[in-house]
């Protein structure tokens, strides 16, 4: 079974533009995560989607944004790029099958690297 | 809020002899998960192990194995048998069992950095 799929791999853009991050998860499963890894803040949690709700959301501006298809391929948006949001941003999925998130595992994808100039 | 510690930035091992990685949580949750990832430099994160905090016995995956202490909220890894494939980062991770709180919400420590000396 082929893992979580991250595209584009490598990102350069400019403060002040916007940008959209994909992911696509293990067949089967439902919800898709998003973080944040960067040197000085560590992994922090974005947010998390299921069935193309958004369950939970970290302490991010509103800039940051996401939405999940019903496929449950995942993107999420950042508008109007900072020099602080250059980082590594990662998906991860789980299988999820009733809802609960119980016992769930979460896979990870091998991650998105945004530099923003 | 959750909050998890990992108090060594960086470890060195010798190739084949055991490292230990230290992890604190702190949480008022009774029910909960915690978990160990490795990300390599690759920036693959991958799963080591995995602990049930209703489950005394501590888990245990081929060479690695966990210490979960949940009354002094203490869940340290142990590496045996060194090998060089296990140079990376480690991350500790505590995931709440109450999922209408949390939903799948994975709150990570700051890592630890393993060197394995051939």
């Known amino acids: 079974k082929a893992g979580v799929t991250q595209t584009p791999r490598y990102l350069i853009k400019t403060r002040g533009q916007q940008v959209t991050l994909s992911c696509s998860p293990i067949?089967?499963?439902?919800?898709v995560s998003w973080y944040q890894q960067t040197p000085g803040q560590g992994l922090q949690f974005l947010f998390e989607?299921?069935?193309?709700?958004?369950?939970n959301k970290g302490n991010f501006p509103g800039r940051f944004s996401g939405r999940q298809f019903s496929n449950s391929r995942s993107e999420m948006n950042v508008s109007t790029l900072e020099l602080g949001d250059s980082a590594l941003y990662l998906c991860?999925?789980?299988?999820?099958?009733?809802?609960?998130?119980?016992?769930?595992?979460?896979?990870f994808g091998p991650g998105t690297r945004l530099l923003v100039l | 809020a959750q909050t998890v510690t990992q108090s060594q930035p960086e470890m060195s091992v010798q190739e084949a002899e055991t490292v230990t990685l230290s992890c604190t949580y702190d949480?008022?949750?009774?029910?909960?998960?915690l978990f160990w990832y490795k990300q390599p430099p690759s920036r693959q994160m991958i799963l080591v192990i995995r602990?049930?905090?209703?489950?005394?016995q501590n888990a245990t995956e081929n060479r690695f194995s966990v210490n979960f202490q949940k009354a002094a909220k203490s869940f340290s890894l142990k590496i045996s048998d060194s090998q060089l494939g296990d140079a990376a980062m480690y991350f500790c991770?505590?995931?709440?069992?109450?999922?209408?709180?949390?939903?799948?919400?994975?709150?990570f420590g700051g890592g630890t950095r393993v060197l394995v000396k051939p």
């Open positions: 949480t008022s949750e009774s029910d909960y998960y």
């Open positions: 989607y299921f069935s193309e709700t958004q369950r």
């Open positions: 991770a505590y995931r709440s069992a109450v999922i209408k709180a949390a939903g799948n919400k994975l709150t």
């Open positions: 067949s089967g499963h439902r919800s």
């Open positions: 602990q049930e905090a209703y489950k005394q």
């Open positions: 991860a999925s789980s299988l999820d099958s009733q809802g609960s998130g119980y016992q769930e595992t979460q896979y």
